[in-house]
């Protein structure tokens, strides 16, 4: 009787102990147990949605698994809400459609949407298949241009980490925030070519409490650039280039288009157009960005290290004398090295009507060696607090600083 009493009581205890590994263990499931193939060949939407379905109505939660394979998938849209934490786990390569005549009326090629409490990793690879509709992108030409679609998008999602992730070749931005909060983006790999059209790394928009860490970016446009309504972003770790470089803005197209409390420390910039910039249109409509940090930041062979351009037209005649009414202010660059291929290392272009407060430049050692004589530091309508060493003289170019 007692003996049993002891088996009872181990029973319970062993019970007790191993009851909260049970519940926080993940519930898997494989979409090839749903249709899938990752033959390369066949079409795995279906499978995908409904291994979704299942993994979302799932009382405790799931995971969709993508095992090794290549798996071709057409656009789709997987929405929560669900039942638990979801997740995405693709140890394998999801490939979209080749487009030979891009006509098809998509945005994206993966959407997640309304969606909580969810992972994406798995460290396989997300394949866009850009090359075939590259030459259909005609934006730069055409203002009113059909936009290709990006790779991953994330919509109106919140508490959510993507993490060990390769994304190569999207046909447009690669990943995409709008409306989502309290992100985290690490350990990702993210590349396409030098020339390919707006192929951002990771584009954020509307969107709060974002963190994205340790990533390496290789593009033909931003590596990570923000558009309105985003804020308390931390960026560290991530490599850029080729590409366009980080970049806040272009922003005042719409009015109210604000960017706040943006953190970006300890990133390198190789071969980049630009390595950090803040950039609005002019003319543009009223805005702010604001308490924007840069620091540690080091650059190796880029055209514009630090700029800011507030006259920024493109695609548009720019009439000189028109300014931005985007009020920049708080911007800190701090402790910025490393080496430039064009004269003005350090381009402050800020607008004469709303001219940039508060402009922190410290610790600066941006150093060219072209015909022309070393490298310059320019800034224009801009309030500069000057600190730290500085290579070259801060503010000593052609246009003075405001002081
Ligand atoms: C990122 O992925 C690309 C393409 O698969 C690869 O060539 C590159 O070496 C990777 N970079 C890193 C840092 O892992
Ligand atoms: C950004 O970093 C600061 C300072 O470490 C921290 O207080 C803040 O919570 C971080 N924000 C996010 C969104 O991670
Ligand atoms: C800086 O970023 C690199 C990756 O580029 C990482 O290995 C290193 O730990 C980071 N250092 C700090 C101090 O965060
Ligand atoms: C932008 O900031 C201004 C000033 O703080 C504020 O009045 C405006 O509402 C903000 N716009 C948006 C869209 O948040
Ligand atoms: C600036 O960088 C150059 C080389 O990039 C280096 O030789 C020099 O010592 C640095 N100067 C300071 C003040 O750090």
């Not at 319970?12 to 909260?20: A, D, G, I, Y």
Request: with cysteine.
């Amino acid at each position: 009787m007692g003996s049993s009493l002891v088996v009872l009581f181990v029973c319970l205890v062993f019970l007790l102990v191993s009851l909260p590994r049970v519940l926080a263990q993940q519930t898997f499931f494989d979409v090839t147990k749903y249709g899938g193939v990752g033959d390369g060949i066949t079409e795995n939407v279906k499978a995908f949605t409904d291994a979704w379905t299942v993994a979302c109505q799932n009382n405790g939660g799931g995971v969709v698994l993508f095992p090794p394979g290549v798996y071709l998938l057409s656009p789709l849209v997987l929405n929560g809400k669900c039942k638990g934490p979801i997740g995405v786990q693709i140890e394998g390569t999801l490939l979209a459609r080749v487009e030979k005549e891009y006509s098809v009326d998509i945005d994206h090629w993966i959407t997640f949407k309304y969606v909580d409490n969810f992972v994406i990793n798995g460290g396989g690879s997300l394949n866009g298949q850009g090359p075939s509709a590259w030459p259909y992108n005609d934006c730069k030409k055409n203002p009113h241009c059909k936009r290709l679609p990006g790779s991953l998008r994330l919509d109106y999602v919140t508490n959510a980490r993507i993490n060990h992730i390769t994304s190569i070749n999207s046909k447009n931005f690669h990943i995409g925030l709008f409306a989502s909060h309290d992100i985290t983006i690490s350990s990702i790999n993210i590349s396409a070519p030098a020339n390919s059209p707006n192929t951002d790394g990771i584009h954020l928009g509307l969107s709060q409490n974002i963190q994205i860490l340790d990533a390496a970016i290789a593009t033909g446009d931003d590596c990570i650039s923000f558009s309105t309504g985003t804020n308390n972003v931390n960026i560290s770790g991530v490599q850029c280039g080729p590409g366009h470089g980080i970049s806040i803005g272009s922003l005042g197209k719409i009015v109210g288009d604000n960017v706040s409390f943006v953190d970006i420390r300890n990133c390198t910039f190789f071969g980049t157009q630009n390595g950090v910039r803040i950039k609005t249109w002019a003319p543009s409509e009223p805005g702010i960005v604001s308490h924007i940090t840069f620091e540690q930041i080091q650059v190796d062979q880029v055209e514009n290290p630090v700029i800011i351009d507030q006259q920024y037209c493109p695609s548009r005649t720019c009439d000189p004398e028109v300014y931005s009414r985007v009020q920049i202010e708080e911007v800190q660059f701090s402790n910025i090295w490393g080496t430039s291929i064009t004269q003005n290392v350090v381009n402050l272009k800020c607008s004469k009507t709303t001219p940039c407060q508060k402009i922190g430049l410290n610790d600066i050692n941006l150093t060219y060696s072209g015909r022309e004589g070393p490298g310059q530091s320019t800034c224009s309508n801009a309030h500069v607090r000057i600190s730290g060493r500085q290579n070259p003289p801060a503010c000593t170019g052609k246009d003075k600083a405001l002081g």
